[in-house]
T-cell receptor, first 113, second 114 residues
Framework: SQKIEQNSEALNIQEGKTATLTCNYTNYSPAYLQWYRQDPGRGPVFLLLIRENEKEKRKERLKVTFDTTLKQSLFHITASQPADSATYLCALDMGNQGGKLIFGQGTELSVKP | EAGVAQSPRYKIIEKRQSVAFWCNPISGHATLYWYQQILGQGPKLLIQFQNNGVVDDSQLPKDRFSAERLKGVDSTLKIQPAKLEDSAVYLC????????????FGQGTRLTVV
């Protein structure tokens, strides 16, 4: 079955730096890969979706890359701010399973002022 | 636009008791999901509905969990009897399309089984 690994350790960075989070998966490449943000006590909130035939997607300070050869997605937050502190979840949509999402365990990001 | 509504927000029960959670998805979203999120882990799908039909319940522990979406709108998830390992956050999500689309999540119900 599909396995997903995100940065196992929490990520601590200084305000203004770029945060880079990693999502690695095994087996088959998903048709779509999504990133979500989750704050304590809240449900996940959608950030970005990238398709298997796309290499890169950007939205404001966010950038996602998708390498189906490496079976990896990278999620970047440039000019990070303390308000970016949260847990970030990577999710795979295989495209042929009715839209169900397979989530990684999440990476906790802490941005210090 | 109103988001996905869930209730209750918190529930504490003793093991072997029963509990029910309610979800009202975003209006017009035909697909509804229930996920279980154990502390420190990502959400795991329990069941998926398309309108009022079940699309995927392969990971639902059917000996104790049940779910329904009778009129294709709101849904309930029930656990009977609860076990200690059922302590988790239960998240409801809805999507407009079946795939290639963002999921909208509710705030979740935090269940503690003692």
């Amino acid at each position: 079955s599909q396995k997903i690994e995100q940065n196992s350790e929490a990520l601590n960075i200084q305000e203004g730096k770029t945060a880079t989070l990693t999502c690695n998966y095994t087996n088959y490449s998903p048709a779509y890969l999504q990133w979500y943000r989750q704050d304590p006590g809240r449900g996940p909130v959608f950030l970005l979706l990238i398709r298997e035939n796309e290499k890169e997607k950007r939205k404001e300070r966010l950038k996602v890359t998708f390498d189906t050869t490496l079976k990896q997605s990278l999620f970047h937050i440039t000019a990070s701010q303390p308000a970016d502190s949260a847990t970030y979840l990577c999710a795979l949509d295989m495209g042929n399973q009715g839209g169900k999402l397979i989530f990684g365990q999440g990476t906790e990001l802490s941005v210090k002022p | 636009e109103a988001g996905v509504a869930q209730s209750p927000r918190y529930k504490i029960i003793e093991k072997r008791q029963s509990v029910a959670f309610w979800c009202n998805p975003i209006s017009g979203h035909a697909t509804l999901y229930w996920y279980q999120q154990i502390l420190g882990q990502g959400p795991k799908l329990l069941i998926q509905f398309q309108n009022n039909g079940v699309v995927d319940d392969s990971q639902l522990p059917k000996d104790r969990f049940s779910a329904e979406r009778l009129k294709g709108v709101d849904s309930t998830l029930k656990i009977q009897p609860a076990k200690l390992e059922d302590s988790a956050v239960y998240l409801c999500a809805s999507t407009m399309l079946l795939s290639n689309t963002e999921a909208f999540f509710g705030q979740g119900t935090r269940l503690t089984v003692v």
